[in-house]
């Protein structure tokens, strides 16, 4: 690829504190964290430069079979969305992964919730994953003017409790590291555009109300209010997890996003020890929260993965 790969720990937040912050970052939690070069352990280095996805680093979830008509062969889905997962919806290209939508041709009815859309989903599940770990990503959202209901992340869940505890009370750790999702919709402030921003979330069950916010060092992390066109440009998220500083995200090497500390009370019920987590790459249509594929839409928008880097702490 043309792009020249910067120094894995270029983004360390003590380089930070000299780069110039967002002015709403605190600076105790700057001063508080800084990895220190002999602390990490690259483990994951996924490039995208074959054709295809590599199996032996991703899961690559797919219902095609299913929509095909074979019975018995239903892949997961997200839950809260009106889409299925497909393994046409992924693919390797240029040295980066690009995510898409498609409408169904024919809408499919899966756990009394109707899909009508289908989008990629990847996860590393059984491939890698990491109690303490720092991971730093470079991406393109699906922006733009007409992106209505368009919802792409990279994110966390652990291994061991399967996809969503059943209460949704119970404590359950997920970290949403760049959640984007489309344009706004009629009901929403027209004071908040979400247009070209992602937001980081810490949750710590599956409430959708229980996650990092100002009771944190630094809340839920919608990036700042600048310009930028995050499906043509490319941007840089990283998170790190780590027993002594708790969870720190980051964005474009410039600002802290999130930043909630080891002792918090909800991230220790949450995070159980030994816990380990994996990450998820998807791209689907719709959410609860922000509206859903509209006719606007041309389905033209991808989210694109340069490159994802993993290390295991090492203390």
Same mark, same amino acid.
């Given at each position: 690829?043309?792009?020249?790969?910067?120094?894995?720990?270029? $983004?360390?937040?003590? +380089?930070?504190?000299?780069?110039?912050?967002?002015?709403?970052?605190?600076?105790?939690?700057?001063?508080?964290?800084?990895?220190?070069?002999?602390?990490?352990?690259?483990?994951?280095?996924?490039?995208?430069?074959?054709?295809?996805?590599? @199996?032996?680093?991703?899961?690559?979830?797919? $219902?095609?079979?299913?929509?095909?008509?074979? &019975?018995?062969?239903?892949?997961? +889905?997200?839950?809260?969305?009106?889409?299925?997962?497909?393994?046409?919806?992924?693919?390797?290209?240029?040295?980066?992964?690009?995510?898409?939508?498609?409408?169904?041709? /024919? &809408?499919?009815?899966?756990?009394? =919730?109707?899909?009508?859309?289908?989008?990629? %989903?990847?996860?590393?599940?059984?491939? #890698?994953?990491?109690?303490?770990?720092?991971?730093? @990503?470079?991406?393109?959202?699906? $922006?733009?003017?007409?992106?209505?209901?368009?919802? +792409?992340?990279?994110?966390?869940?652990?291994?061991?409790?399967?996809?969503?505890? &059943?209460?949704?009370?119970?404590?359950?750790?997920?970290?949403?590291?760049?959640?984007? %999702?489309?344009?706004? %919709?009629?009901?929403?402030?027209?004071?908040?555009?979400?247009?070209?921003?992602?937001?980081? $979330?810490?949750? #710590?069950?599956?409430?959708?109300?229980?996650?990092? *916010?100002?009771?944190?060092?630094?809340?839920?992390?919608?990036?700042?209010?600048?310009?930028? *066109?995050?499906?043509?440009?490319?941007?840089?998220?990283?998170?790190?997890?780590?027993?002594?500083?708790?969870?720190?995200?980051?964005?474009?090497? =410039?600002?802290?996003?999130?930043?909630?500390?080891?002792?918090?009370?909800?991230?220790?019920?949450? =995070? /159980?020890?030994? @816990?380990?987590?994996?990450?998820?790459?998807?791209?689907?249509?719709?959410?609860? %929260?922000?509206?859903?594929?509209?006719?606007?839409? /041309?389905?033209?928008?991808?989210?694109?993965? *340069?490159?994802?880097?993993?290390?295991?702490?090492?203390?």
């Amino acid at each position: 690829m043309a792009f020249n790969r910067r120094n894995f720990l270029t $983004s360390s937040l003590t +380089a930070l504190a000299g780069a110039g912050l967002a002015a709403a970052t605190p600076a105790a939690a700057v001063e508080a964290v800084g990895p220190r070069i002999n602390r990490w352990k690259l483990a994951f280095d996924e490039n995208f430069d074959g054709n295809a996805v590599d @199996t032996t680093k991703w899961n690559i979830r797919d $219902s095609e079979p299913f929509l095909a008509g074979v &019975p018995g062969t239903w892949g997961n +889905a997200p839950g809260n969305t009106p889409t299925v997962n497909s393994a046409k919806c992924v693919n390797v290209k240029d040295g980066r992964a690009v995510f898409h939508l498609e409408k169904l041709q /024919k &809408p499919v009815m899966v756990d009394g =919730k109707r899909r009508d859309f289908k989008g990629g %989903y990847l996860d590393s599940r059984g491939k #890698f994953s990491a109690e303490y770990f720092r991971v730093e @990503t470079r991406m393109k959202m699906p $922006s733009g003017p007409n992106a209505h209901g368009n919802h +792409a992340c990279l994110w966390f869940r652990p291994d061991d409790n399967g996809e969503y505890n &059943p209460n949704a009370t119970l404590p359950s750790l997920e970290i949403d590291l760049n959640e984007y %999702y489309g344009v706004n %919709y009629q009901g929403k402030a027209n004071n908040f555009d979400i247009t070209q921003r992602t937001e980081t $979330s810490v949750h #710590f069950d599956q409430t959708g109300g229980n996650k990092a *916010d100002n009771r944190s060092v630094y809340g839920m992390g919608w990036l700042p209010r600048e310009p930028r *066109d995050l499906q043509n440009e490319w941007h840089t998220w990283a998170v790190e997890v780590t027993p002594d500083q708790g969870i720190v995200v980051t964005f474009d090497n =410039k600002h802290v996003l999130c930043h909630v500390p080891a002792n918090d009370p909800r991230l220790l019920a949450a =995070k /159980k020890p030994g @816990t380990k987590m994996h990450m998820r790459l998807n791209f689907e249509g719709g959410t609860q %929260y922000w509206g859903p594929v509209t006719a606007g839409n /041309k389905l033209d928008g991808t989210m694109e993965v *340069d490159y994802i880097r993993a290390w295991k702490y090492m203390g």
